[in-house]
């Protein structure tokens, strides 16, 4: 059984928790309400730092792993392989997350599954 949040609450929670800490947080796309994939473009003082995807594992759990544009990547090349990403998956949410502590936020993140 799948017990999942719905997207759109967990992609609310998300930019709530970044400005929580001082950051910002804003939903780029919107996807599926319900079960829409979550991709978190992070950030720190605008300087891109990763991409996290939350994505079905083999073994049928979820987990967030990092995916899309190395850390410094530039602006339009983040713009490029969200706009490609989403295209291939117009359910998605793109949550754009700029945080003080993005080593901590991803680990934080990744570590709740």
Known sequence: ???RLPAKLEASSF???AEVDGGFGTI???GDPDR???ILLI???GAHVACLERALGANGAYAWQ???PAAGASAIAVRDWSQK???SD???WLIELDVALPERFTAETTSIG
Do not use: E, F, P, Y
């Open 1 to 3: 059984m799948d017990d």
């Open 15 to 17: 930019v709530r928790r």
């Open 28 to 30: 780029i796309a919107r």
């Open 90 to 92: 117009t359910d998605s």
């Open 36 to 38: 829409g994939a979550l």
């Open 43 to 45: 950030a720190q003082r």
């Open 66 to 68: 990092k995916v899309g």
């Open 85 to 87: 990403r989403r295209s």
